[in-house]
């Protein structure tokens, strides 16, 4: 029995496998396959189209180029350049700053295809890198003159002005810079939004001296002639100015100069008003000279004005800070005046080697820039 049993076992096992091996039936030909779901599959990343680079001298005009470091405690301290367009009419400007704006200056500048030679600081381990850039900007002041050249290779400034810089403990100094992108712009708003707006013409109506117009050169302006207004302004024409508000539902205005030298100032909303051009008083004399500050020693510049002013300024590391100002005269025999706001009175004296001297002391800066000034201060010829 047991016998009959394992051979029975065997053949139902001899049929599986052979039903397991009998191939499946397929579509009858001629016919149409049934149509198979797509699979999702991932998108693929396309490769980025290459694209001309674009001109140097082109690219320049509303770029801006930075070198920071960071300072213990305080930040990152960064110097830049920011080359505005020619788009108002006075010639293509630059701005740069330093330490946080605190020293800046602004004017006008070319660019050309002509080398020139630079050794800068490419970090602050004292190490340097020497080469020709390309192309060379030319710095001018809003008078003009030659302030500095620069170098510049589409996408490095070489900053080698001796002018137009500052002490490199206040952030200057003869470096490379980068070509500052959004992201870097964004990450310190302190420093690129903070660019001081440098005035490049002001107006005041003279009846009234609280109604002005200031022209800055980064192309902003303050309108206060009616109410406070602020928008970007572009010469139109010689001797007009046309005025944009930034809210558009704020009144513009034009400018146009007049024949006795005036400005007719009219607003979108036809409002009038004349101004006059308020312009900057020359310097008559200056007088250096020199007072202990911080274990060193800082220049005094004593500047008198020819509308009677006058400024006195110290100069340390880099930074100048008025310290006080009054008013000034002189008689014929060429002796000086001086009423100061801090000082008090104080009247030149001869000697020195410029033949006259203003020994000018204030214990009244100690509260400003912690040190009493005492400096003998001579003319300064030429």
Known sequence: MKKYLAILLALVLCISMLAACTPQPTEPAGTTPKPTEPQP??????EPQPTEPADPIEALPGSIYYYGFPVEGIGEMIQFYHFYPDNLG????FYVGYAWNQIYYSGTYTVAEEPIDYTVSIDREGNT???????????????????????????HVYNIAVNVNSDPMAGGGVVKQNKATAE???????????EKGIPYMNFVNPEDASSTVQLNTNGTYSDLVFFA?????????EGEYTLTPKDPTDDGAVMKLQEDGSYKYTSTSGSEVILQEVKEAAVSFTFAGKTPFMETEADVIITCLDDGTCTVTIAAFGMQMPIDQGTWSA??????TFQFESAGQIVSEYGGET????TYA????????GAAVNAVCGVVLG
């Open 90 to 93: 006075i010639g293509a400007v």
């Open 41 to 46: 599959t991932e998108p693929q990343p396309t």
């Open 362 to 369: 204030n214990e009244n800066t100690v509260s400003t820039i």
């Open 331 to 336: 008689n014929a025999a060429f002796t000086f």
């Open 184 to 194: 870097i712009i964004e990450a310190y708003p302190d420093t690129f939004a903070g």
């Open 129 to 155: 890198e020497t080469g020709t850039a390309p192309y060379t900007i030319t710095l001018y002041g809003w008078d003009g003159a030659e302030l500095d050249k620069i170098g510049y290779d589409g996408e």
């Open 355 to 358: 033949g006259v001297q203003v």
């Open 229 to 237: 207004v602020d928008g970007t302004w572009a010469k139109t024409a």
